[in-house]
């Protein structure tokens, strides 16, 4: 009988996928065999070499997503799900948290600057004038506008007045952007989840050059609040049905605030994440691909938000 193979698709990346193939291997004893994995073209004949993949990079290519949609179907399992992760986008995700009880900014989702390709003002015969002072009304200056869909701080900016938000929403193109009340933060975390129960604590501070951003030699935690930081991050996770993901949370008035949670193929870099940080997340996810190798085999589409979300609440009342 063969061993379970794990693939790892992955990009520019040099630390983190050698790491972890090099730590499943150690692990897997002749239950598993991890390695890079090898594409070429896509027949259409359902048949595949591996039982698992890690995907770290389909998002920025769309030929990998259409064959890791393929492979999903014919019965490999995908860290993260290609179909939901597809379908997924950080505006929604808010929803989703309100309807596990994490406590999110006020978000609003705002219409696009510029016609999308293809698209004429005719176009938008739906499409009503936007009353700007309701929407300032409602998040309160500061405001952070981002894309609803992307990551990597790209496209984000910080607005103080309504003077600076048109200036950065001119720059928008034809980006689906949300504006969001910023929280004006006492402390910061960025939370590895893998698996949807293991869950690293990391300090951090956004503020700071990419390379400074994960504190160290952070204060201790008390008990009952790093058990509410480690739910919310659980929560989440088990919501959107990732097993790879990063949670931020920002803190206000002892509050933790989810302010980014929608990163499916997150920074794992050892020269970024630090070297204990880097420990953590190899040796973690190789158990987690392990435990999905050689666990039960099943269809998932999405995480359990279908069943948390309030559908059958009048449409014109608001969630909790």
């Known amino acids: 009988m063969r061993k379970n193979r794990i693939g790892l698709l992955f990009g520019m990346e040099d630390t983190f996928p050698w790491a972890l193939i090099e730590a499943i291997n150690r692990?897997?004893?002749?239950?598993?065999?991890?390695?890079?994995m090898e594409i070429s073209y896509l027949k259409d004949d359902g048949v595949f070499v591996y039982d698992v993949i890690l995907d770290r990079i389909s998002h920025e290519i769309p030929f990998y997503r259409t064959y890791l949609k393929c492979a999903m179907a014919s019965g490999v399992r995908i860290v993260n799900n290609p179909v939901w992760w597809s379908a997924d986008d950080k505006f929604f995700d808010n929803l989703v948290a309100k309807s596990v009880g994490?406590?999110?900014?006020?978000?609003?989702?705002?219409?696009?600057?510029?016609?999308?390709?293809?698209?004429?003002?005719?176009?938008?015969?739906?499409?009503?004038?936007?009353?700007?002072d309701e929407?300032?009304?409602?998040?309160?200056?500061?405001?952070?506008?981002?894309?609803?869909?992307?990551?990597?701080?790209?496209?984000?900016?910080?607005?103080?007045?309504?003077?600076?938000?048109?200036?950065?929403?001119?720059?928008?193109?034809?980006?689906?952007?949300?504006?969001?009340?910023?929280?004006?933060?006492?402390?910061y975390y960025r939370c590895y989840v893998l698996g949807r129960k293991r869950v690293h604590l990391m300090a951090y501070d956004p503020k700071q050059p990419h390379h400074l951003r994960y504190v160290q030699n952070p204060p201790p935690l008390d008990a009952k609040f790093e058990a509410r930081l480690r739910r919310d991050a659980i929560a989440l996770c088990d919501a959107l049905g990732y097993d790879m993901n990063t949670v931020e949370l920002a803190v206000r008035d002892g509050v933790p605030y989810a302010i980014d949670f929608m990163n499916c193929a997150p920074d794992a870099d050892l020269f970024s994440v630090g070297q204990s940080n880097f420990e953590w997340v190899v040796n973690n996810m190789a158990e987690v691909l392990l435990e999905i190798a050689t666990g039960e085999k099943a269809l998932e589409l999405t995480g359990s938000w279908p069943k948390r979300m309030p559908v059958s609440k009048p449409v014109e009342q608001p969630l909790a």
């Not at 692990?27 to 890079?36: D, F, L, N, Y």
Request: with cysteine.
């Open 102 to 132: 994490v406590a999110v900014p006020r978000t609003v989702l705002l219409p696009h600057k510029q016609y999308p390709p293809n698209t004429e003002a005719k176009s938008f015969r739906n499409m009503r004038w936007v009353n700007w």
């Open 135 to 187: 929407v300032f009304e409602y998040l309160k200056f500061p405001v952070f506008m981002k894309p609803a869909y992307g990551g990597g701080w790209k496209d984000v900016y910080k607005c103080n007045s309504p003077q600076e938000f048109f200036a950065a929403y001119d720059q928008t193109r034809d980006l689906t952007m949300m504006a969001q009340e910023a929280i004006e933060f006492e402390t």
């Open 27 to 36: 692990k897997a004893g002749e239950r598993a065999e991890a390695m890079p």
